[in-house]
């Protein structure tokens, strides 16, 4: 199980920490990525990770800005979010992998789908 939290709102160019607390699984046997979807809009890959080997990949639209890191001893992932613009705008959600395309940040090989939580970034 994944629950999200952290979201909120918050003006053009400040931040936020997405959390991503995992439950029932061995966290390490797994990547992590985060998600977001904005109304009217396909769901989106934004960054993951695999906290077995500390491997990440950034959307480009986040690069620079975006910073995703694990707590393996709470085995929960967090998105740093800084230099937020309106763009980034949507409901987050973080899922799990064990595909061998997790890199790919494609929704398809993710599952176990947290209920989102959202951002909002005012202009």
């Known amino acids: 199980q994944l629950v999200e939290s952290g979201g909120g709102l918050v003006q053009a160019g400040g931040s936020l920490r997405l959390s991503c607390a995992a439950s029932?699984?061995?966290?390490?046997?797994?990547?992590i990525g985060w998600f977001r979807q904005a109304p009217g809009k396909e769901r989106e890959g934004v960054s993951c990770?695999?906290?077995?080997?500390?491997?990440?990949v950034y959307a480009d639209s986040v690069k620079g800005r975006f910073t995703i890191s694990s707590n393996d001893a709470k085995d929960i992932v967090y998105l740093q979010m800084n230099s937020l613009k309106p763009d980034d705008t949507a409901v987050y959600f973080c899922?799990?992998?064990?595909?061998?395309?997790?890199?790919?940040?494609?929704?398809?090989?993710?599952?176990?789908w947290g209920q989102g939580t959202q951002v909002t970034v005012s202009s």
């Open positions: 029932g699984f061995t966290f390490d046997d797994y990547a």
């Open positions: 990770i695999s906290p077995s080997d500390g491997t990440t």
């Open positions: 899922a799990s992998s064990t595909s061998f395309s997790w890199e790919t940040l494609r929704p398809r090989h993710y599952g176990g």
